[in-house]
C-alpha cells in the first residue's frame, strides 16, 4: 500500500504506519463479517457496482461488496479532494 510506505520511508514515521496497517486490517475484518454495514458511496454519475466507504484513521476505504466477496477499491488520504476523485 502506497500510504503506508509514504508514512514509514518519505515521512520516517514508521510507528503511525504500523498503526496505520493495524487499523486498516482491523477495518478489513469488520468488512468480512459485517460488508454491508457502512455508508453508500453516492456519486453525481452512475457507477457500475455500489461502492461503500468507511473511515479508517485519517484515510477513507472505499469498497464493492458482493454476494461471496468484497473488492477494495480506493484507499485514499481524507483530505484529498473529492470533486478530483469523481472526475478520475
Do not use: W
Amino acid at each position: 500500500m502506497d500510504a503506508l510506505g509514504y508514512i514509514a520511508y518519505t515521512l520516517d514515521a514508521l510507528k503511525a504506519a504500523q498503526h496505520l496497517l493495524a487499523a486498516f486490517d482491523e477495518t478489513l475484518q469488520r468488512i468480512a463479517e459485517f460488508p454491508s454495514a457502512h455508508k453508500i458511496y453516492c456519486t453525481g454519475r452512475p457507477m457500475k457496482d455500489e461502492i461503500c466507504k468507511v473511515p479508517v484513521k485519517n484515510y477513507v476505504l472505499y469498497y464493492a461488496a458482493f454476494q461471496n466477496r468484497v473488492e477494495i477499491r480506493r484507499f485514499l488520504f481524507g483530505k484529498r479532494v473529492r470533486s478530483r476523485i469523481d472526475e478520475e
